[in-house]
């Protein structure tokens, strides 16, 4: 069976410092990978999203930007906090146009 | 643009109640249509998928219908226990690409 891990669960980290999420996808192979963010009161916005190795789309300019390094594997960093980088991230694969299916998220508070 | 609306926000209703929820898109050009369940701090679990071929998906207590042409979606609980309480998303989309767009959720409560 398939199953999505990320890490870590939650992160403190303060304005100005770099980040770094991963999601990682085990149990399928060349799956479809998105980050969403989920603000409080702002419902799931898709970040980006990837049908390979190496091929990123953006959806909402920012300072954030995604990898896809391994076939199963999605990372979301940043160079440079912002205050409205907090919120909780979720990562989710689907293959191809079918169900998608969420990781368990990020909490990420920028102080 | 595709724009995804569930109403309402917020609902609370006695065990073992029938319930609707309610989901709109207005763009009725969708591939297809999920509905999700997530519990306070938690992920999303998918509870089904319609596809835009199809007018409703069953599992268990629960009943999913779709109407494309009115750009409607509804979620049917049946006999509403306290464990079914959680926001519960809809999200539809509207391409091979697979990116969802998401209602802003309603808020289930189920009081024993």
């Known amino acids: 069976s398939q199953t999505i891990h990320q890490w870590p669960a939650t992160l403190v980290q303060p304005v100005g410092s770099p980040l770094s999420l991963e999601c990682t996808v085990e149990g399928t192979s060349n799956p479809n990978l998105y980050w969403y963010r989920q603000a409080a009161g702002r419902g799931l916005q898709l970040l980006f999203y990837?049908?390979?190795?190496?091929?990123i789309s953006s959806e909402v300019p920012q300072n954030l930007s995604a990898s896809r390094p391994q076939d199963r594997q999605f990372i979301l960093s940043s160079k440079k906090l912002l205050l409205s980088d907090s919120g909780f991230y979720l990562c989710?694969?689907?293959?191809?146009?079918?169900?998608?299916?969420f990781g368990p998220g990020t909490r990420l508070t920028v102080t | 643009k595709q724009e995804v609306t569930q109403i309402p926000a917020a609902l609370s209703v006695p065990e073992g109640e029938n319930l609707v929820l309610n989901c709109s898109f207005t763009d009725s050009a969708i591939y297809n249509l999920q509905w999700f369940r997530q519990d306070p701090g938690k992920g999303l679990t998918s509870l089904l998928l319609i596809q835009s071929s199809q007018r409703e998906q069953t599992s268990g207590r629960l009943n999913a219908s779709l109407d494309k042409s009115s750009g409607r979606s509804t979620l049917y609980i049946a006999a509403s226990q306290p464990g079914d309480s959680a926001t519960y998303l809809c999200a539809v989309r509207q391409d091979q690409g697979g990116k969802l767009i998401f209602g802003q959720g309603t808020e289930l409560s189920v009081k024993p």
């Open positions: 989710a694969w689907s293959s191809g146009a079918y169900e998608q299916y």
């Open positions: 990837s049908v390979g190795i190496g091929q």
